[in-house]
Every structure is written in structure tokens, then in C-alpha cells.
């Protein structure tokens, strides 16, 4: 390229040389140079044109053609054959299969007539250009895997043996079988012959046959078990999880007293629900300082006092705690409500300062301080009445929830319990704990790994009240539903200044349900069997005859979770993201007091500083409430502070100063807030691994059914204010001229272009991804949800920038630019957490941020519903209709939704409060109530945990109620209780810690997801050992390395584990273990005395044996171990026998024993009878689903030596890993 570039100046430059004959001699050497140069080109483009088979075949862009003629041969071993039937063959595969079926050929080195059918067809065979493919898969060191394909075709082909070569085939998957020129000049006719022996025997079907070609097709290929994986590739963690461990032992920490020390209370409903009622006051009394301070100019803003009482007292309680100033007791409580108390004499004396500002030099402290209460007096008397509306609104929430929990109020059920066991059990940790973070009681010596911080708030109250938590818990539930209906009313309330309208946003939020109340779509069975009850007048039995309906409407978009506020609080799982709830009100209110400040900031209704403040610990508190809520208040908060910064009043130019001032206040608020709970994140471990991208998006209609009521509202919303944008500017543009007019031109066509570019969108993504028109929403693909939230998001940037429109609509408008955003984001990203890999990898993203959108979107109907009747009143009066008929359809229309979204509260909660035990105790508060009536079935051929063939074990919690309140009673301190780990979700194994707080060692559900999972499963392993050896030896090192104080024997372990095993542990009595609690079903033994060696690691040798017997315990030295009864422990498993018919015989007549079905297998393997050593393990496998390592031998011998499959489960549904602990160990090594 330089020298082309270069060569005519050069050539003209030389004219003025002084010697003509140098310049002509420098042209004459450039052609010469330029002559040789094409020399190349000009020969050997003739030569390559008739490098051919032959000079006559034809000239034509089909690289293929050539095959066809005749004198296109080839050679192999001798033999010449024709490349026509090969062309033939080739055709006809091109046209008749469809997919990417396996096709094998003969294997020949690289550059031979090898590997055509993969070239000219695409389609994939065994085996290509070997060379090729060792370049291109050396990373992987796949040597020996394409020699081992090599050999599998030269046995396919050169194999006579017909069965063995059916079983290569169905091995590696392979579908057709290719069998031309190749084949016939490389094999022999006789080896050859067995495809047609397969064919007369049904294995295969002849499908092509043509010249000396044809092609087979395998009838049963059989899964490809090894050359694809079924299972996901999940790349390993490039960093391992820390310990999470307490600074000292768990059972060495200061004990708390009073748990539950309210017993007058703890054993009276109605008692427990005025006390707690008192302590709600009187956290309100706490905040309301802070709530003039910074609401001064609501007329409802004092309802905010109790949840900023809460916040502030819990924080002042927390903060010194964590760091050692003192413990989370008695003395906690006191010292953090004098650091309240102080922080309120501040505000009293800012209160009074700013309210006698004129009288400075007259007043002293004392003085402001009683101007500050005057403040707060004057208020009240301003504004009682709003306020008492606001707290009737709460009082009527709360007392309604606590009406619904009474009827319900059970905190474990074996089908539909949720994760209360976990809550509950963080819950009872908390108040125990001296310490924060808290430690973990499914984890002995480790904290909670978790947003434990929501659990830690509504331990306050408990604290203050001394309310039993089975109690408190039920009352916090109600508590929380109570202040996010309130919450809505006052925010909503505000915005519009109408009280309908605040009524209308706490209906919208916290009390309407979605459509799938009335629409079958996903779980939900719609209103169908809601009217069948109705209409055959069995009202009394409505909730019972529904059954689990109520579940229905919550998980309606496929592999997701779709709640919403009523559904979350009538389940009643006390999680992070229902105490958020309340809170992102709180925070929605301070955001909206920034856009007020920046829009009049000459008034001094609201202390600035203090607003940042609280803001930021706000927004802290969301991020450590439920850490899911924070991104997008934050966004939130980010956003209000640019925007009202560009929004506030300016004369000439930018005030790019005052941008980049609120640019950086924003970010010093968001990133305080994080600053805030600094001990909190110095301790969490994030058990993410980043982000997803999301392979199967929303359609349109499961996102109307989940928001449709809301939407009906907010997009004539929108559209109105599109439209009042599009005539201010018109309007502009008549006025000005110049440069000005230019750019309110620009704008114009901008802005009203998004109309005409979401018609576009709609109609071109439409048809061009469905194929189809869409007369139907049922039919629309998730791409069309995508760009109406994309051109939604931009009418939010258009909205952003305008200046004119009034601080409650830009408001409005900037929730529902979030909640675009919230929706888009989450149809293409997911958060990479414990459910990666599955059917449900994006779960928690949809259930966590949806939850938010509806807030958002219900919040901006609600507020936005007065806008959309004003402006269909002044289009109906413009175009002589009338308001009346617009307002009257929107109504109308509305009416119809609301009316259908009632259908699940009216539906759902008779049907949520039958859905417990058909023995239930009457209506109280307790939430283990329950247990003292309570039986269950343990199905034990579905479930993990039993004994072999165990069957379904009935199971009566009483004596489990009656031990967990002798323990509550009783037990001081945090000692280590250990019993079943058994999953809570169904066998309710660790119902002792969820029950009393006190630490065990392991509940493998939830630990392996909030710490490293090898960790749980190796304790779970132990535990379940422990209850399962009859070795007492082998007890004591289990409870020596775990630092065990108290072992629980009660009614899921007598009907889950072996009674011989859990004899030991009275065997052991008088030396080991005392019995301290012993009443029919339940046993509780204190461990005292176990010498320190057994802590240490028991010695291993790696002969036969997989355990080398230590020292038994000193008095049992002379004998053998005698159970309780007198009996001896049963005898070992019988060893399986070495020749394979004995094996055979056993198993027949043991189907489910490992031992038998390993060692047959292992015999079947070496004699190459795969399938039959699958099938015995997968019968294994199935009646005993907890044992891994039967489950891993059983995916070895599905293996080849080329290595490319994966381990996979021998049946379709099991335990988590967690809870699965590896039983054969005598033969799980061998594999």
C-alpha cells in the first residue's frame, strides 16, 4: 500500500532530475520489478485452473460437482472406487435429516477421502481429520480421547461380532451408519456384513441404498453417554469461601439472660398483644424528634416515628456491639436508648433554635430543648387529624394480621412451611447472642453468613418486652403488615394531598392480590374452584376445600417466584425482603423530602443535614435488611439528587456546579450508607458468583397478570405526560427563534417520536419474532415485554429533564422509570447465587427485584390515578364528550381489576389459614403451639434419612414441644445441642435449634448456601454418623471434635434412625453422658468427660479395611458392648461374595443393598455389560437415595475411557448434596 501510494509522486518528482537518462532508468527498474512480480500470478493461476480430476468437468461455483463425473476416483488398499454414490449419498442426507443426528464413517489419516460426510453435510460424525483435531483440542489433552475414537470406529466397522458392535453405537449415541467406497476398500464384506444381520434382528433400518452405498439407521441409539454431558459445566471457584468462624467457641460465650423473661406475657395472647402494642408506642415516642425534624411539613409525617425510633434505636444497640463496647443484653439495651436519648436532645434543641430563632441571644439550652417539645406539641395539634388516620390505618393492620395469625399461626408444616424454621432459628439466636455478628445455630462456631440484620431489628422489640419469640414472631409479622399499609397511605397521601388516594395506594400495595386470583396461568387454578364453593354455598368449608390455592397466584412466570406484599405476609415466612417492605416506604419518603429540599430551598421545613443523614442509614439498613433492595434505592437516591439538583430553581446557563456538588453528596450518601454497617460487611461473605445472562425472558402476559392493575393506571399516565411534554414544547417553539428554536425542535421530534417508535417496536418485534400477528396477548414472545420496557425507559430519560412538571409527578415518574428498569434489567441479567445451573437459576433475581416493582408501580398508580381523571376531564370537555364517559371507563375498567385482584385476599386467606395440621390447636399467638397436637407421615421410600426399607413413619411432635420448653426454661448460655440435620423443608430435623436458638452442629439446608458447602457436608456426614453407628468409639470422636455439650434424642430421631444405633447412647451413661431430661419419646444427655485424644483425627491405614479400630472407652474394656436391653449390637453387613453367580443370588434376593448391587455391577463391568450394571445400581440408587457414594459409582460406570462424561444421578430427583452423606464408605473408594 506505501509503495502504490508512494510511486506516481516519485515518478513525477523525476522530471526534474538533472540527468533524464537516470530517471528513465529508475521508471525502467520499477516496470521491471512490477513484470517479475506478476510473473507469478500470470503463470500459475492457468496451472491451478486445470489442476484436475479432469479437463472436461464443468466450470461452476458448486464445490461439489465434481463428484458426479465418472473419472473422479479414488483409491484405498488396492481398491479403486467411483466418488459419484458418495455425491449420491451425500444429496440425499441433505435432504431427508433434519437435526444433528451422530453419523460415523470410516476413519482415515488427514488429507484422504475422509471425514466427507461431516464436510459436505455439516452433520456431525465420530471422528474428522484426526490431525486437525489434536491441533485444536491440545489445551484440553484430548490424545487419548481421539484414539480411543479411533479405535471405536476401526471396531464398529472391522468388528464381525453384531451385539458388540450394537453397543458401540448406542454408547457414543450414534444414529446413522455410513456405508460406501471407504468402508467396502477398508473392511472386509464378512465384518461388513453384520449391519444387514442388525437389520433382519430390528436393530437397525436400512434408509438409503444406492450404487455400493448405504446408510443405516441405529432404531434405539440410547442416550450419548460420552460423547455429550447432561449435566451443566459449572467451572470451579477460583476462591474458597473463608471460615465465617466466632473469635472464641460458641459454647464459651457470655451468657444472656432473659429470654422470654416476660412470662405473663409469653402465656396470654391477648397479654403479649398489649405489651407489644406499648413497645411500638414507645419506639415512636423515641423517633418522633427525628420524625418532626425531618417530616416537619407532612401532616401525616409523624406516623414515621416508630420505624425511625426502631432503626435508630436498634442501630445505637448494634454498633457498639459490634465492636466489644458491650453485649447485646440488659446493659445493651440501656446504653444504646441513652445514646438515643441523647441524639433526641440534640433535635429538641435544633427544634427549638430554629422555631425561636429571633430569641437567640435570650434562650439557654434548657430553653430550647422545651421550644423543641413546643415543636413537636404544635405539630400534634396541627395535625392530629391526619395523623389519626394514619394510626388507624396501622392499628387496623396490625390488629387484622394478628387476627389472621392467631387462626394460623404455626411455624413449621411438612408440606408447606417455608423457611420459618430457619428465620426462627436466626430469630432465637439473636436474642441469645452476646455477640455481634450473631452466631449461626445451624453452624456451631460459626456466625451468620447471612442479611441477618432484618431478624436483628425485630429482635428488638422481643428484647424490650421479654415476649416468648414463638409469640413475637407472629406479632412482628403483623407489625410489619400493619406499617407497610400505613407506610403506603402516608407516602401516597402526601403526593396528592387527598386521603382517598393515600386509602386507594395501601389498598394498592399491601392488600390487593394479582390477576392469577381469577387467570390460570402457571401454579394458579384461577377463580374456578373459588366459584365451584361458592356457587354449592359451602362457605364454611371454602378454606379447606381450596387446599394450598392460595400458593397458586405466587408462581405464575415458569421458574420463578412472583410474590406480592399480601401473599408475603399471609405466608407469613418472617424474611428479609417482608422487613424491608416498611422500610423502602421509609426510604421512598426521604428521597421524596430531597426533591422538595432542592425545590425550595429558601424554606427551612427540613434540616438538610440530618435528612443526608438519615437517608444514608436508611439505605444502609435496606443493604443489610435484605441486600437486594439496595441497588436499586440507591440508583433511587443517586437519581433524585441529579435530578432535583438539575430541576431547582436557575437563571442563566447550567449550574454545573450545584450537578456536581449533588453528584457528589449523592455519592457520599450511598456510599455512607454502606459506612454505616461497616462491622456488618467486614464479616459477610457474598455466596454470589456474579452475574448471568438470562436464556428465556418474560412473556408479556404472565408480566399483565403479575402487574396488569397497576398498568391500566400508569400507562395513560405516562402517556398524558408524553403528551403535556410534546405541547409545552410546541408551544416553545412558536416563541422562540435561532438557535433556540433549532433545539426545541430537535426535542420535539424526539420526544414525539416515541409514540411512532413503540408502535414500531411493538408491531415489527411482534411479528418478525412470532411469526404471526398478535391479536392475542397469550401469544407474544418475551422480546415484545423487552422493547416496551426499553421505550418506557426512554420516555422515563425524557421525563427526567423536564422542569416544569410538578415534583410529585416527576416523582412519580422517576418510580416508574426505576421499576422500568427493575423489569428490563432482570429479563436479560440474573444474580449467579446457589440456583445457578437449574430450572430455577433466575428465582430469587425475579422473586427479590418483582417485589419491588410492584411497590413501585403500585405506589405510582395510586398517585398517578388523580392526574390520569384530571386530564381524561379536560380531554373529555376539549372534544365534547364530557369528563363523565372517560373518567367512567377508566373507573370502570379499574373497578373490574381491583374487583379481581380482592379475589385473592378474600380466597387466599381461608385457604392459607386451613392449610396446617388436621389437628390444630385453637386460635393463639403461639407459633409452636402446634406441636403439642401435632402428627405427621414421613414418607421414607420418597424421603432421604431412614433406615433401608423404613417405609412411612408416623411421627407425634409432643414430646418435642414438651423438650423444647424444658430447654428454654432450663438451659443458660449457648451450649452445642446436637440432633438431626435432617432438612427442615420436611422432616423438621433441627427443630431444636430453630425452636431455642441454641447452637448445633450442622442443618445442611441453607448452611450450604450461605457457607462453603464442603464444610456442611461433612458435618452433616458426621452427624448422621453419630446417630447411626452402634461404635461407641466411634460416637465419642464425633462429639469430642464438635465440642458437643448436649445430645437430643427425641421423635424424628426415633423414627428415622436405627434403635440399636441410638442405644448406644445410654450405654454410655455414668461414664460419658448423664440423662438430664428423659420423658416418653425424648431423651436429653449432657456429654461431660470425654478424654481430649478422642478430638483427634482417628488413625487411618490404607489397607482393606477403610477404618483402623482405635482404643475403646476404658470401661469397656474386658467385654463387649451391651445395649440397654440387654442385647448385643446387631452383627456387620454380610461382605458380598467374590464369584458373580453367588453375587447374583444375593441381590435377588436383597434388590436394595449397595454392598451386593457394587459388586455385581463390578463384575458386569469387566465383562462389558454396561447397561446391565447401570440398571443394578440405578435399582440401588433408588432405595437408598442418600448415599453418594453409590450414586458416584453408579456415574463412573456409565464412563469410557475418552473421559468426556460427566457423573451423572442414577435417578431423576434426590436430596441435595447437603443431605446426602456418604454411607458406603466400605466401597465407595473402589470406584
Not at 472464641?248 to 407489644?276: D, H, K, T
Not at 387466599?908 to 401435632?934: E, H
Amino acid at each position: 500500500m506505501a509503495v502504490a501510494h508512494a510511486a506516481p509522486p516519485a515518478s513525477t518528482s523525476s522530471d526534474g532530475v538533472a540527468l533524464p537518462a537516470v530517471a528513465w532508468l529508475w521508471r525502467g527498474a520499477a516496470v521491471a520489478l512490477i513484470a517479475a512480480a506478476l510473473l507469478y500470478p500470470v503463470t500459475a493461476t492457468p496451472a491451478r485452473l486445470n489442476d484436475r480430476y479432469s479437463a472436461d468437468l464443468p466450470r461452476t461455483l458448486n464445490g461439489a460437482a465434481f463428484l458426479e463425473n465418472p473419472a473422479v476416483r479414488f483409491g484405498e488398499q488396492g481398491t479403486d472406487f467411483q466418488l459419484g454414490p458418495d455425491y449420491a449419498a451425500i444429496q440425499w442426507l441433505r435432504t431427508n435429516i433434519e437435526g444433528t443426528p451422530i453419523i460415523v464413517e470410516a476413519h482415515l489419516p488427514s488429507y484422504r477421502w475422509a471425514g466427507r460426510v461431516a464436510t459436505y453435510t455439516g452433520l456431525p460424525t465420530l471422528l474428522g481429520w484426526e490431525w486437525h483435531q489434536i491441533q485444536q483440542r491440545n489445551a484440553a489433552n484430548s490424545g487419548q480421547v481421539i484414539s480411543n475414537r479411533r479405535e471405536a470406529i476401526a471396531q464398529i466397522f472391522g468388528n464381525p461380532d453384531a451385539q458388540a458392535t450394537l453397543q458401540l453405537l448406542q454408547l457414543y449415541g450414534i444414529e446413522y451408519v455410513y456405508v460406501g467406497g471407504v468402508e467396502r476398500a477398508l473392511y472386509s464384506a464378512e465384518s461388513l456384513a453384520k449391519f444387514d444381520q442388525l437389520t433382519s434382528e430390528g436393530q437397525l433400518e436400512r434408509v438409503y441404498s444406492g450404487d455400493n452405498t448405504t446408510i443405516y439407521r441405529v432404531v434405539n441409539p440410547g442416550p450419548p453417554t460420552v460423547v455429550t454431558s447432561d449435566i451443566p459445566m459449572v467451572p470451579p471457584e477460583l476462591d474458597t469461601p473463608p471460615p465465617l468462624l466466632l473469635d472464641q467457641p460458641v459454647n464459651e460465650l457470655p451468657a444472656v439472660n432473659g429470654y422470654a423473661w416476660n412470662s405473663w406475657a409469653s402465656s396470654n395472647s391477648g397479654a403479649a398483644f398489649v405489651v407489644w402494642l406499648v413497645a411500638l408506642y414507645a419506639l415512636a415516642l423515641l423517633g418522633l424528634p427525628l420524625a418532626v425534624t425531618l417530616f416537619g411539613d407532612w401532616s401525616a409525617g409523624l406516623f414515621w416515628a416508630r420505624l425511625l425510633g426502631l432503626i435508630v434505636l436498634a442501630y445505637a444497640i448494634w454498633l457498639p456491639t459490634s465492636y466489644g463496647a458491650w453485649h447485646y443484653d440488659v446493659w445493651g439495651i440501656v446504653g444504646g436508648v441513652l445514646l438515643v436519648l441523647v441524639l433526641n436532645g440534640f433535635l429538641l434543641y435544633y427544634l427549638g433554635r430554629r422555631a425561636h430563632a429571633a430569641d437567640a441571644p435570650l434562650l439557654t439550652y434548657a430553653g430550647y430543648m422545651q421550644g423543641g417539645v413546643a415543636v413537636i406539641r404544635q405539630h400534634l395539634a396541627a395535625h392530629w387529624r391526619p395523623l389519626l388516620i394514619a394510626e388507624a390505618i396501622f392499628l387496623a393492620g396490625l390488629g387484622y394480621f394478628t387476627l389472621v395469625r392467631m387462626a394460623n399461626p404455626d411455624l413449621w408444616h411438612p408440606v408447606w412451611g417455608g423457611e420459618k424454621p430457619m428465620e426462627f432459628g436466626f430469630l432465637n439466636a439473636i436474642l441469645r447472642s452476646p455477640v455481634m455478628p450473631p452466631y449461626d445455630p445451624f453452624f456451631s462456631d460459626g456466625y451468620i453468613n447471612y442479611y441477618y440484620y432484618g431478624f436483628y431489628l425485630v429482635s428488638v422489640p422481643i428484647k424490650l418486652t421479654g415476649i416468648a419469640p414463638a409469640l413475637a414472631y407472629n406479632l412482628a409479622v403483623a407489625t410489619l403488615f400493619g406499617l407497610t399499609l400505613g407506610g403506603a397511605y402516608v407516602l401516597a397521601s402526601h403526593l396528592t394531598q387527598r386521603v382517598q388516594y393515600g386509602l386507594l395506594a395501601a389498598l394498592f400495595v399491601a392488600v390487593l392480590g394479582n390477576l392469577a386470583g381469577v387467570i390460570n396461568e402457571g401454579w394458579s387454578r384461577g377463580i374456578a374452584p373459588v366459584r365451584e364453593i361458592v356457587a354449592a354455598g359451602d362457605w364454611a368449608n371454602l378454606g379447606p376445600r381450596l387446599g394450598d390455592w392460595y400458593i397458586g397466584p405466587s408462581r405464575i412466570i415458569d421458574g420463578t417466584i412472583n410474590e406480592f406484599p399480601y401473599f408475603t405476609f399471609l405466608f407469613a415466612d418472617l424474611h428479609p425482603h417482608m422487613i424491608a417492605l416498611p422500610i423502602t416506604l421509609l426510604a421512598l419518603a426521604l428521597v421524596y423530602q430531597i426533591v422538595m429540599h432542592y425545590a425550595r430551598p429558601q424554606t427551612a421545613a427540613v434540616a438538610p443535614r440530618a435528612l443526608y443523614i438519615s437517608v444514608a442509614l436508611v439505605v444502609g439498613t435496606l443493604a443489610v435488611t435484605n441486600s437486594w433492595d439496595y441497588p436499586p434505592y440507591a440508583l433511587l437516591t443517586g437519581a433524585a439528587f441529579l435530578g432535583a439538583a438539575w430541576r431547582a430553581p436557575w437563571q442563566h446557563g447550567v449550574p454545573w456546579v450545584r450537578l456536581l456538588r449533588s453528584v457528589m453528596l449523592a455519592a457520599v450518601v450511598i456510599i455512607g450508607g454502606l459506612v454505616f454497617y461497616t462491622p456488618f460487611f467486614d464479616h459477610f461473605y457474598a455466596m454470589v458468583s456474579g452475574l448471568g445472562q438470562v436464556r428465556e425472558g418474560t412473556p408479556p402476559d404472565g408480566y399483565l397478570v403479575q402487574y396488569g392493575t397497576f398498568l391500566v393506571v400508569v400507562l395513560p399516565f405516562v402517556g398524558g405526560a408524553l403528551w403535556r411534554v410534546l405541547r409545552f414544547q410546541a408551544k416553545q417553539a412558536r416563541r422562540t427563534s435561532g438557535i433556540d428554536r433549532v433545539i426545541l425542535l430537535v426535542n420535539l421530534l424526539l420526544t414525539g417520536g416515541l409514540v411512532l417508535v413503540s408502535l414500531w417496536l411493538l408491531t415489527t418485534a411482534g411479528v418478525l419474532l412470532a411469526e404471526t400477528p398478535l391479536p392475542i396477548v397469550g401469544i407474544w414472545p418475551a422480546p415484545v415485554l423487552q422493547a416496551w420496557l426499553a421505550v418506557l425507559i426512554v420516555a422515563g430519560v425524557v421525563f427526567y429533564f423536564q422542569r416544569r412538571l410538578a415534583a410529585a409527578t416527576w416523582f412519580v415518574l422517576l418510580l416508574l422509570s426505576l421499576a422500568w428498569c427493575i423489569s428490563l434489567g432482570i429479563e436479560y441479567i440474573y444474580i449467579r447465587d446457589h440456583l445457578v445451573g437449574g430450572d430455577f437459576y433466575r428465582m430469587n433475581t425475579v422473586f427479590k427485584f418483582g417485589l419491588q416493582v410492584w411497590v413501585l408501580l403500585a405506589l405510582a398508580a395510586a398517585v398517578g390515578l388523580r392526574v390520569v381523571l384530571h386530564g381524561l376531564g379536560r380531554m373529555g370537555r376539549w372534544s365534547g364528550i364530557g369528563a363523565a364517559p372517560l373518567q367512567g371507563a377508566l373507573l370502570g375498567v379499574l373497578t373490574v381489576l381491583v374487583a379481581a385482584g380482592l379475589v385473592y385476599p378474600l380466597a387466599g386467606t381461608p385457604s392459607r389459614i386451613a392449610n396446617r395440621f388436621a389437628q390444630s390447636p385453637p386460635p393463639t399467638l403461639d407459633g409452636l403451639a402446634f406441636m403439642q397436637v401435632a402428627e405427621f407421615d414421613y414418607p421414607c421410600d420418597m424421603s432421604p434419612g431412614c433406615e433401608p426399607n423404613a417405609g412411612t413413619r408416623q411421627i407425634n411432635l409432643l414430646p418435642d414441644a414438651e423438650a423444647i420448653a424444658w430447654l428454654n426454661d432450663n438451659i443458660e448460655g449457648t451450649p452445642i445441642v446436637v440432633q438431626s440435620p435432617l432438612w427442615f423443608y420436611r422432616a423438621y430435623g433441627i427443630r431444636i435449634a430453630a425452636n431455642t436458638g441454641l447452637p448445633t452442629v450442622i442443618s445442611g439446608l441453607h448452611v450450604d448456601e450461605q457457607r462453603d458447602g464442603t464444610d456442611a457436608r461433612v458435618r452433616d456426614a458426621d452427624v448422621d454418623r453419630l446417630y447411626r453407628t452402634t461404635d461407641i468409639e466411634e460416637a465419642l470422636r464425633v462429639l469430642a471434635e464438635y465440642r458437643v455439650n448436649y445430645i437430643y434424642v427425641g421423635a424424628i430421631e426415633n423414627a428415622l434412625y436405627n434403635a440399636a444405633a441410638l442405644q448406644k447412647f445410654q450405654a454410655m451413661t455414668d461414664t460419658y453422658l448423664d440423662v438430664v431430661y428423659n420423658s416418653p419419646g425424648a431423651k436429653i444427655y449432657q456429654v461431660r468427660n470425654i478424654p481430649s485424644n478422642y478430638a483427634q483425627p482417628a488413625p487411618y491405614t490404607f489397607s482393606e479395611s477403610t477404618r483402623q479400630p482405635g482404643t475403646p472407652p476404658p470401661d469397656l474394656l474386658d467385654g463387649d458392648v451391651i445395649l440397654n436391653d440387654g442385647s448385643a449390637p446387631p452383627p456387620p453387613a454380610a461382605e458380598p461374595a467374590d464369584d458373580l453367580a453367588t453375587l447374583e443370588e444375593q441381590l435377588a434376593n436383597e434388590p436394595g443393598n449397595a454392598q451386593y448391587a457394587f459388586g455385581v455391577a463390578l463384575r458386569y463391568r469387566e465383562r462389558g455389560r454396561i447397561e446391565e450394571a447401570a440398571e443394578v445400581l440405578a435399582v440401588a440408587a433408588a432405595a437408598n437415595p442418600d448415599d453418594v457414594g453409590l450414586h458416584h459409582c453408579g456415574a463412573i460406570f456409565w464412563r469410557r475411557p475418552d473421559g468426556l462424561k460427566r457423573p451423572r444421578p442414577l435417578i431423576g430427583r434426590g436430596p441435595k448434596p447437603s443431605q446426602m452423606p456418604t454411607t458406603g464408605t466400605s466401597w465407595a473408594p473402589n470406584c
